[in-house]
């Protein structure tokens, strides 16, 4: 099958998928592994005094118990993200003096069934001295209780962005909207647990299977914190279900098994439970936007003052304040901001840290910006459409600096908002919903644009803003002897078929079916290293970037050879159906097979190449690629209830060029599933001792079928210029602007009530908002 | 311990074992009968991934026992393709991209095809009625609307006549 | 708080190997109460295990035996004339949903169709959601205001009776729910309504059962606010809907312990469930 980049190309897995094969870490057989089980914090503040693991060494079956004094002798884990001044937590797998939220570990067991390792983990107990906890952003602020007393605060790092005259254009303007913006601590859950196997190998070496979006961030890990070399350890990451981010950084579970495998020379794996996953695995969000914009009497915006504060929870580990940093950087967003005081940070608090989940602060900001715009709008009697129309960064001023620094690439912003709106029905429908009032059901429309930094990132954007790994893809390739194609890449699946727009580009590159070319990932031993994986909406931007230069490489020895095999001018010859020929001259032709036959066993070997087909080529992408899009929603809410349904999205985007339409579809549909979670349902609470409470599926509420509507979809196409594909990444599209786009369509149908500033909207909320809670 | 030996029939074939009737099914598929298709999300009985079909209706494998299958029909993802629907809900979640991940996905087919089976729906081409049926079953990637177009398609490619009544039927 | 999960596995103090609850499944009552008799307090009975199986995995203690009652053909009647009806203790919500009394029964359908989701409905049955004492349960709620009589192996009693102060089922040690048994209810009108976390599937926040008698006496009752399930009649009632939901919640409001949400809270609890008894009250009496 041809299947060209705009067309959308099966995904063999998903055929794979729904014959059950499927090869998750867990279904990677191990029998003669132990397994592993942590007991972990039942307070979440405290000294820990002692350790009392003789019952958990007395069941039978239990190998090794293991405790932070064990692991004394290891390197702590380092964060990617290191900001200049940034505190750092210096914590290991297990805790060692002190407790710092409900769930941490502080002890391991290994024994030969699962049964035991459980059973013997329940039986650990820890004596502790009680500590008072930090629980919120206002308890860390005052510097009270400190989790970290070196720190002298329990700020982990601070970021802070000025440009112009703001104190004197906010004092000028005709309206000032200043209000606190929360988005709710959710978690990315996705359906796969984390899950580890570690295996020493007979030459001493370590193979480490893990659900993980970035192998050799995990293999860094591993290597930095146990001192093993590079070249000893090999990271595989096999089929991975869902990360969303939540699998983008390593945990100290891949390091713990590491050492125990060592320890005892046996091969051991561990599976993470759902109850663990609530809170051994990062959560999302978690941010307090407070945001003062003034407007002239016209919408214009005449400055933004902000503070954004992340709730870092209990250690920094991972991305550090990246979310909050983000969440500053993109503020606003596709707008022209004259003059920014911004200020961006994270504080420790008692509860499990936050981390990287998809949309990474942005839809955090997209919600303070946009419900901002909506606020303003509404105060100036100016149409919400017509307002963000008079602010958007017109396409002539493309690539345009913001004033945080980042370059708005290309784009056509009012294109796609008319464009989007009218598809939409906006006006229509706007007059109609107060017409549809029945009982207490009232509908609310909505809409909210969205900016999406996608091709995550330049080297030396990286180095400038303190992430600690370079943001180049490396692809290689090999031609085999039989014609066949083989990319060799560091972008990791985990469902977002990033493996099948690979073998696209590549086949429509070298003009070949797209089943002739297999893409190898997930394996540190075959791919070249990249200091992020997938993550940042790189995959198809970067990673597909680096695939195209490779493969262009390939096809320019291809056609050399073909040349040779043709007896003809190398500039006569084109790549053209899955073989070379002479420029208009079908009959002058031969296939890969044949070429491939030739390079392999040459008579003569053409000058400037070497026998065999292979190739290598990094791609550093010059600058960030910016997304955006619009979504306009229609929603019902129940008055009296306070409950909300989605009843209808158009989703208007534009993310450059669309390797495979298909999947940039699922992609959007997905991540806007994702918030509807995270606007309506999804929230992780703590009771007053911050021991978390959401710790089960029954109490955290996922969408199902019947909460999602259809989505409708319009595409807007504008290249970026700084990609040789003109890709721009989608992946975190979906999230981004969705929750500030219900937020105003519940909104506008609460018309005259409160003001809907706190995610998710629950009914609580929206009832309060609506002043009927008694 | 109850020493007893269990009869039932997995994916068309007869099954005798011996392991505990109060082992959980989905723990006798993946580690006793090597059937890792079935994944498992949550062991709670919530999310669905794990969802076998027990005589041709779904149950969450981390609920059952395994004394409580005896004499049954199982099917799991493993033996979907020996029905006659199963390849061609196969090839529908492939053309629809009805998957991302793949991890809920064989909870989704078996889900689908006891959907297609159920002759108490009127309209299995009712993409309401899919969409509540769908509740059975957690998915955090698709946002469900291809898997709903993917059963949805195939419900209308079974023109609703004899012959289709015949294809549901035989097993 | 633990957040190690059980298994369905114990190992003893003093021994060496894992034990998991013995496991058996007769075929008849005669049967079953044979097996039953012999160590009540050990052994739980299983029927879907769709509540069962989740609270054993959540920490409670773990039985010595599990009795399946599935496979007793005698708990699987399902009989129903002109407004009685009889639900055996071993009917599956699919079963039931699926057959001609479904409708006989008013709220019925409404009722079971909350329950969970398709794949829960084909476990879980009459018997175990009964004995469950599950506060937010559906099935229970409506056969309160239907006034349904329990059955079991060796007596009948009002369902209301079945529950304690704490939620849990007054079953003597060794009796056996066999169904249970409503009469008169072609006569009735019945609404159920829920609240639920999402738009559909999950459990109850809120849940109202409402049944209307010939004469316009009100039977209502109402789960997710206190530990058991409340269920009072309203006679000769002339109050407009909304006051005699306000009425009724506070004649009721200090009758028992309130239960916990995580999720929602009891004050929006409190005013969701007059919410939907407005509302079901409305639509009985139109």
Not at chain 1, 508 to 536: F, K, R
Not at chain 1, 651 to 662: A, E, L, M, R
Not at chain 2, 22 to 32: A, F, G, I, Q, T
Not at chain 3, 91 to 106: D, W
Request: with cysteine.
């Amino acid at each position: 099958m041809t299947a060209k980049i705009g067309q959308s190309a099966l995904r063999p897995d998903i055929a794979r998928f729904a014959r059950g094969e499927g090869n998750y870490v867990s279904d990677i057989p191990a029998p003669d592994a132990l397994w592993i089980a942590l007991a972990r914090s039942s307070v979440a503040h405290a000294e820990l005094i002692s350790i009392n693991v003789d019952a958990a060494r007395r069941v039978p079956g239990v190998r090794g118990v293991f405790t932070g004094r064990d692991l004394a002798g290891t390197t702590p884990q380092s964060s990617l993200w290191d900001l200049p001044g940034q505190n750092h937590t210096h914590l290991r797998a297990l805790a060692e003096d002190r407790l710092r939220y409900a769930g941490q570990p502080y002890a391991a067991v290994a024994a030969e069934t699962r049964e035991a390792a459980v059973q013997a983990a329940a039986l650990i107990t820890s004596d502790n001295r009680p500590l008072e906890t930090v629980g919120s952003i206002d308890e860390s602020l005052t510097g009270d209780t400190l989790l970290y007393p070196e720190w002298k605060s329990n700020a982990v790092a601070k970021q802070h962005w000025e440009f112009g005259d703001v104190t004197g254009a906010l004092t000028q303007s005709h309206l000032v909207v200043a209000e606190r913006f929360m988005s709710g601590r959710v978690h990315p859950m996705s359906l796969e647990p984390r899950s580890v196997l570690v295996r020493p190998e007979p030459d001493g070496s370590l193979t480490i299977w893990t659900s993980t979006q970035s192998i050799h961030q995990v293999r860094a890990s591993v290597a930095e914190c146990l001192g093993l070399p590079e070249h000893r350890l090999r990271v595989i990451a096999p089929d991975v279900g869902g990360s969303f981010g939540m699998k983008a950084c390593a945990y100290g579970e891949e390091t713990l098994l590491a050492f125990i495998a060592l320890k005892l020379n046996r091969p051991v794996r561990w599976i993470e439970t759902r109850r663990e996953a609530f809170i051994g695995s990062t959560h999302g969000r978690d941010h307090r936007f407070d945001l003062e914009t003034g407007f002239d009497a016209d919408g214009r915006i005449t400055a933004m003052r902000g503070e954004v504060i992340l709730d870092k929870g209990a250690d920094a580990f991972g991305v550090s304040i990246g979310t909050a940093w983000i969440s500053g950087a993109v503020i606003t967003s596709v707008y022209h901001v004259p003059a920014i005081d911004i200020s961006a940070s994270g504080l420790v608090t008692n509860k499990t840290p936050t981390g990287a989940y998809r949309g990474f602060g942005q839809p955090e900001a997209a919600f303070a910006i946009e419900r901002t715009l909506d606020i303003a709008a509404n105060r100036l009697g100016i149409d919400a459409a017509e307002i963000r129309r008079r602010n958007f960064v017109p396409s002539y001023a493309l690539p345009y600096t913001t004033p945080t620094g980042l370059v708005l690439d290309s784009g056509d912003y009012t294109g796609l908002l008319d464009l989007t709106l009218s598809r939409f029905g906006y006006t229509d429908r706007t007059r109609a919903a107060k017409s549809r009032a029945m009982g207490d059901i009232r509908t609310g429309v909505g809409f909210a644009c969205y900016s999406e930094v996608t091709n995550f990132g330049p080297s030396a954007l990286c180095k400038a803003i303190g992430v600690a790994n370079a943001g180049f893809d490396v692809a290689t390739i090999r031609m085999e002897p039989s014609g066949h194609v083989r990319l060799f890449t560091s972008q990791t699946p985990m469902g977002q078929g990033i493996e099948t727009v690979l073998a696209q580009i590549c086949a429509d590159e070298l003009t070949v079916p797209v089943e002739d070319v297999a893409v190898v990932h997930g394996d540190t031993l075959s791919a070249s290293y990249t200091g992020y994986a997938s993550g940042g909406s790189r995959g198809a931007g970067v990673g597909g970037a680096s695939a195209a230069l490779v493969s262009r490489k390939l096809a320019d020895q291809i056609r050399r050879w073909g040349a040779l095999v043709l007896k003809a001018d190398p500039a006569e010859v084109e790549l053209i159906q899955g073989g070379v020929q002479v420029v208009d001259d079908p009959v002058r032709r031969c296939s890969m097979a044949a070429i491939a036959g030739e390079a392999y066993f040459p008579s003569t070997v053409p000058e400037g190449l070497e026998p065999g087909l292979e190739a290598r080529a990094v791609f550093e992408p010059s600058s960030l690629a910016i997304s955006y899009g619009v979504v306009a929603v229609e929603i019902e809410v129940d008055l009296a209830l306070g409950t909300v349904r989605v009843k209808d999205v158009v989703f208007g985007h534009d993310c450059g060029v669309q390797i495979n339409p298909k999947i940039v579809e699922g992609q959007i549909i997905g991540g806007v599933a994702q918030a509807i979670g995270a606007s309506l349902f999804e929230t992780i609470e703590f009771d007053d001792a911050m021991l978390p409470v959401t710790t089960s599926l029954h109490d955290y509420f996922l969408p199902l079928a019947a909460d999602i509507p259809t989505i409708n979809l319009v595409h807007q196409t504008t290249p970026t210029p700084f990609s040789p594909l003109g890709v721009k990444g989608v992946g975190e599209s979906g999230v981004i602007g969705t929750p500030a786009a219900i937020a105003n369509a519940v909104q506008h149908a609460l018309e005259g009530s409160g003001l809907l500033l706190t995610l998710p909207l629950t009914p609580e909320r929206v009832l309060k908002a609506n002043d009927t809670l008694r | 311990m109850t020493a007893r030996v269990q009869h039932f029939e997995l994916n068309g074939q007869r099954i005798e074992c011996d392991a505990h009737p109060s082992k959980l099914v989905v723990d006798y598929l993946r580690e006793d009968a090597g059937l890792t298709g079935t994944n498992i999300g949550c062991g709670e009985g919530v999310c669905g991934t794990c969802s076998i079909l027990v005589d041709n209706c779904s149950a969450r494998s981390c609920l059952l026992l395994l004394g409580q299958i005896e004499e049954t029909s199982v099917l799991t993802i493993e033996g979907l393709a020996g029905h006659t629907l199963g390849p061609v809900i196969q090839d529908a979640f492939s053309r629809h991209f009805a998957a991302q991940c793949g991890y809920c996905t064989p909870a989704m087919l078996l889900i689908a095809l006891e959907y297609l089976l159920d002759g108490t729906i009127e309209n299995h081409a009712d993409k309401t009625v899919i969409r509540d049926r769908l509740a059975s079953v957690m998915c955090r990637c698709t946002g469900y609307q291809p898997i709903i177009d993917a059963i949805h398609d195939v419900a209308k490619s079974l023109a609703l006549g004899p012959a289709s009544q015949k294809l549901r039927t035989t097993p | 708080m633990s957040f190690v999960p059980q298994l369905l596995a114990e190992f003893p103090e003093d021994g060496t190997t894992m034990k998991r609850p013995d496991f058996s499944a007769p075929t008849s009552l005669l049967e079953l109460k044979h097996e039953y008799s012999k160590s009540p307090e050990g052994t739980m009975l299983i029927a879907g295990g769709q509540s069962l199986l989740p609270a054993l995995f959540k920490g409670r203690s773990m039985p010595d035996k599990l009795i399946d009652i599935g496979r007793v053909a005698e708990l699987r009647r399902l009989e129903f004339g002109s407004g009685n009806v009889f639900l055996g203790a071993g009917l599956t919500f699919t079963q039931i949903l699926a057959s001609k009394g479904a409708t006989v029964l008013p709220g019925l359908v409404a009722a079971l169709g909350y329950v969970g989701n398709c794949t829960i409905r084909n476990r879980a049955t009459v018997g175990g959601s009964l004995a469950w004492a599950d506060p937010r349960a559906e099935l229970s709620l409506l056969l309160l205001v239907l006034d349904a009589v329990v059955v079991t192996e060796r007596r009948e009693f009002a369902l209301a009776d079945l529950y304690g102060e704490a939620g849990q089922n007054n079953l003597a040690p060794g009796e056996i729910i066999v169904g249970v048994r409503v009469n008169g209810c072609d006569a009735k009108k019945c609404e159920f309504l829920e609240l639920m976390p999402r738009a559909s599937a999950g459990r109850a926040v809120i849940g109202v059962a409402v049944c209307c008698d010939q004469l316009g006496s009100l039977r209502i009752a109402v789960s997710g606010l206190w530990k058991p399930q409340i269920c009072a009649s309203v006679v000769g009632c002339d109050l407009g809907a909304e006051s005699l939901a306000e009425s009724w919640l506070t004649d009721h409001c200090e009758a028992a312990a309130k239960l916990a949400d995580i999720a929602f809270g009891w004050a929006y609890r409190r005013r969701a469930a007059a919410v939907l008894m407005t509302r079901a009250i409305e639509s009985v009496r139109r």
